[in-house]
């Protein structure tokens, strides 16, 4: 079992439309991110969070330390929004990242 | 501020090369960290660095592979004799500790 799952594994949805993406993980963290990639693009990072919730724009990511489970929300949702979202985690004294699959989110006009 | 700068974007090596990517940090940043993607997998730990030391090498194939981080110029990573298993991108991310990770665009690697 991964230390760091998601779901749903892919995701199709109409613009305009609410999206929420899970995170589990099954180990210690001190931090999580929410990361972004576009086809053959690199790497954003949207959020680090490791209580609460952050807003930044249509986007709102939340986490439950107790239940080890984050969410990342899209609010009217649009096709730029169209990308990979990588749950990552920061493990350990060396906070290096572990790393969800990812789900791939496409936005259909 | 130019934010994590990876060199090349693309590189093309045929197998039994030696492949060398580079990573300049975010300005001010004193910790690297090397991340490979391989097509159709997640993103896995390589090796985690700071300026003269590597820290953590735990992701790091023990053959081929080695990476630093002098005291002046980028981080490289270095991909000896290539294979067409080493074909990925690699991705280079940069913090000051405990504060936020910021990533390169990353390097594609293609052996061929």
């Known amino acids: 079992k991964n230390e760091v799952e998601q779901s749903p594994q892919n995701l199709t949805a109409q613009e305009g439309e609410f999206i929420t993406i899970n995170c589990s993980y099954s180990v210690g963290i001190s931090a999580l991110h929410w990361l972004q990639q576009h086809p053959g693009g690199g790497i954003v990072s949207l959020f680090m969070?490791?209580?609460g919730k952050k807003k930044h724009g249509r986007l709102i990511a939340t986490i439950n330390i107790q239940e080890k489970h984050s969410s990342l929300h899209i609010t009217a949702s649009h096709p730029r929004d169209s990308a990979v979202y990588i749950c990552a985690v920061v493990t350990g004294a060396n906070s290096k990242l572990t790393f969800g699959k990812g789900i791939t989110l496409s936005v259909r006009p | 501020n130019a934010g994590v700068m990876q060199n090349p974007r693309h590189l093309v090596r045929r197998r039994g090369q030696e492949a060398r990517l580079r990573c300049s940090p975010m300005k001010g940043h004193s910790h690297v960290y090397w991340y490979r993607q391989l097509p159709e997998e997640g993103l896995k730990f390589m090796v985690y660095l700071q300026k003269e030391n590597i820290i953590d090498e735990s992701g790091m194939p023990k053959e081929r592979f080695s990476a630093e981080f002098p005291k002046e110029g980028p981080s490289i990573l270095r991909i000896q004799q290539v294979v067409r298993g080493d074909s990925a991108a690699y991705f280079c991310?940069?913090?000051?500790?405990?504060?936020?990770?910021?990533f390169g665009q990353g390097t594609r690697l293609t052996v061929v």
């Open positions: 991310a940069s913090s000051q500790g405990q504060g936020t990770t910021f």
């Open positions: 969070l490791s209580s």
